[in-house]
T-cell receptor
Framework: AQSVTQLGSHVSVSEGALVLLRCNYSSSVPPYLFWYVQYPNQGLQLLLKYTSAATLVKGINGFEAEFKKSETSFHLTKPSAHMSDAAEYFCAVSDLYNQGGKLIFGQGTELSVKP | KAGVTQTPRYLIKTRGQQVTLSCSPISGHRSVSWYQQTPGQGLQFLFEYFSETQRNKGNFPGRFSGRQFSNSRSEMNVSTLELGDSALYLC??????????????FGPGTRLTVT
């Protein structure tokens, strides 16, 4: 069975500092991995996705993530945090071959950005 | 192109009542998935529809049901509402399930409060 673990339910950084949000997955098949962001009272917006092509994936708003099979990780980073990055972030895994569109989400990490 | 729309955005119901939520996918998208988001359980997959057929179902009681129409619009129904059904219900659409690297686009959600 697939699962996702996000380490840290809440992360706080200063504006301009590095953002690192951690995600570890468990999957018996090559996974598809996603990072989504959710702003208050809104749905989820896709930041980036890993599809077994390049292991370093670049997304929107300056975010990127690196797929590390040996560590079963897919951590999200951004070199310099901006106030507008404050939101909740979700890592998700999908087994498209067997489960179609079903996404399995981590518990989420709330990112706070201090001025 | 218009995004995923969900109606209503907010809903207050009483225990024991039933409720129907609606989702209109992005034009051309034929797959619709539903998720429940609560503070305690996080984001959980409810079900997925494609071509008016349920392709996948999450681990929810039979009180939760759904359907998809020929125009790809989808509804979900919850009967005999319980307090624990209070949640944000998110709908996501994609072109079709099972395709390589399929992206799901989320609507803003329907906030259901059961009193």
């Amino acid at each position: 069975a697939q699962s996702v673990t996000q380490l840290g339910s809440h992360v706080s950084v200063s504006e301009g500092a590095l953002v690192l949000l951690r995600c570890n997955y468990s999957s018996s098949v090559p996974p598809y991995l996603f990072w989504y962001v959710q702003y208050p009272n809104q749905g989820l917006q896709l930041l980036l996705k890993y599809t077994s092509a390049a292991t370093l994936v670049k997304g929107i708003n300056g975010f990127e993530a690196e797929f590390k099979k040996s560590e079963t990780s897919f951590h999200l980073t951004k070199p310099s945090a901006h106030m507008s990055d404050a939101a909740e972030y979700f890592c998700a895994v999908s087994d498209l071959y067997n489960q179609g569109g079903k996404l399995i989400f981590g518990q989420g990490t709330e990112l706070s950005v201090k001025p | 192109k218009a995004g995923v729309t969900q109606t209503p955005r907010y809903l207050i119901k009483t225990r024991g009542q039933q409720v129907t939520l609606s989702c209109s996918p992005i034009s051309g998208h034929r797959s619709v998935s539903w998720y429940q988001q609560t503070p305690g359980q996080g984001l959980q997959f409810l079900f997925e529809y494609f071509s008016e057929t349920q392709r996948n179902k999450g681990n929810f009681p039979g009180r939760f049901s759904g359907r998809q129409f020929s125009n790809s619009r989808s509804e979900m129904n919850v009967s005999t509402l319980e307090l624990g059904d209070s949640a944000l219900y998110l709908c996501a659409s994609s072109l079709a399930p099972g395709l390589d690297v399929e992206e799901q686009y989320f609507g803003p959600g329907t906030r259901l409060t059961v009193t």
